[in-house]
Structures are given as structure tokens and as C-alpha cells.
């Protein structure tokens, strides 16, 4: 079983991986020039939150192993 | 200057790829990991490669190892593209004689500035596919 501190900074890195990707995409101040149409918009947004659903997925399954002692 | 994007989150790879197209570059590549960017880097030469560091199977950071331990690919200029948290993969990455790298979440501007500061400029217009 790895350290508390070990643990803390990989959720840590895997807590910024998955947020900081997203934040890319809707923090882009001219996002709807990278998208010519509402629907290519929405297919994105669509994308975007699969994966970070996945992400958080993941995250949670790893605090659930950590704290049943796996 | 052909540039190869590896992400394996199709959504970064498009996002990066339309900074590049409105920063003036027009030949691109993609690559979901670092096996098929690194078959890819072996079926066709690559002027830069910009890769995430976080991947599922091959990690960036392997990815650049890999390359640079390959005699034909050793030189390809790398840019990584990393999270805050990524500090000890930042180090790891200088080690592995990486080009430069950038914190996400960033803007267009940052990623051109960067291009810019590693000498990588998009080709003049009208100069051809092989301007630049």
C-alpha cells in the first residue's frame, strides 16, 4: 500500500489532468472560431464531458481501493 | 513543417491543432498514444512533436524515451504538454533532453510564444509546402 503522501500527490496529478484539460477547451476566450458550427460545438462539449465523467470515474474507483485497504 | 499532436483525448488533439491552423501551420498530424505517434515518427518525418504527458499505455514521458533512444527519431525537436502537478515529469522530461513544455491549461498565445521561443515558425505564406 502506498503512503498517504504518495497518494495525495497522484490524485493530486490525476485531479489536474482531468480538470486542467477542461479548463483548456472553456477557458478559451475565442472557443465558438475553433468550432464553425453550434453542432460541432456541442459534439466537443458532448466529448468533453464523457471524459471527464470517465476521469472522475477513475479517480473515484482509486480513493474507493485506497480506503478499503487495497 | 510537419507537426505530429499526441493526446489521447481527441478533443485536446483538435483544440491544438486549430491553435496551430489559426497560427499559420497547415500540415498536421494526430496520434490517440505514443506507439502509433512512435510508428507514425518511423513511417514519416516530423518537424516538431507537441504531446500530452498523462496517457493511458505509453505515458509522454516513456513516449519521449523511446524516441530519443531511437537513433533515426533521437532529434525531433519535442514540446510536452503537462499539468501543474507534473513537476517531478517536467524534471524527468529535461533529462530526457526535451525541447520545452507547457502548463495547461493555457492559451493560443502561450502555446505560439513557446513555439516562437524554440525557433518554430509557421512557413511564409505562398512558400510552399515545404516554406518555412
Redesign the interface.
Known amino acids: 500500500m502506498q503512503s498517504e503522501k504518495q497518494f495525495v500527490?497522484h490524485l493530486?496529478?490525476r485531479?489536474?489532468?482531468a480538470v486542467?484539460?477542461h479548463?483548456?477547451?472553456i477557458?478559451?476566450?475565442?472557443l465558438g472560431?475553433?468550432y464553425e458550427t453550434k453542432e460541432s460545438l456541442l459534439e466537443?462539449l458532448s466529448?468533453?464531458a464523457l471524459?471527464l465523467q470517465q476521469k472522475r470515474d477513475i479517480i473515484l474507483s482509486e480513493i474507493n481501493a485506497y480506503l478499503s485497504g487495497a | 513543417m510537419n507537426i505530429l499532436i499526441v493526446d489521447d483525448q481527441s478533443t485536446m488533439r483538435t483544440l491544438i491543432r486549430g491553435m496551430l491552423e489559426k497560427s499559420g501551420f497547415a500540415s498536421l498530424d494526430e496520434a490517440d498514444d505514443g506507439d502509433v505517434a512512435l510508428n507514425k515518427m518511423k513511417q514519416q518525418a516530423y518537424d516538431l512533436v507537441i504531446s500530452d504527458v498523462h496517457m493511458p499505455r505509453m505515458s509522454g514521458l516513456e513516449f519521449l524515451k523511446q524516441a530519443r533512444g531511437t537513433e533515426a527519431l533521437s532529434r525531433v525537436p519535442f514540446l510536452m504538454v503537462t499539468t501543474e502537478s507534473s513537476k517531478s515529469a517536467v524534471l524527468e522530461a529535461i533529462k530526457l533532453k526535451v525541447n520545452g513544455y507547457i502548463v495547461k491549461p493555457f492559451a493560443p498565445e502561450t502555446l505560439r510564444e513557446k513555439l516562437s521561443k524554440m525557433g518554430i515558425a509557421p512557413p511564409e505564406p505562398g512558400g510552399g509546402p515545404e516554406g518555412g
Not at chain 1, 477557458?27 to 475565442?30: K, S, Y
Open positions: 500527490q493530486r496529478s485531479f489536474l489532468d486542467n484539460n479548463l483548456t477547451q477557458q478559451m476566450p475565442d472560431e475553433y466537443m466529448e468533453e471524459y
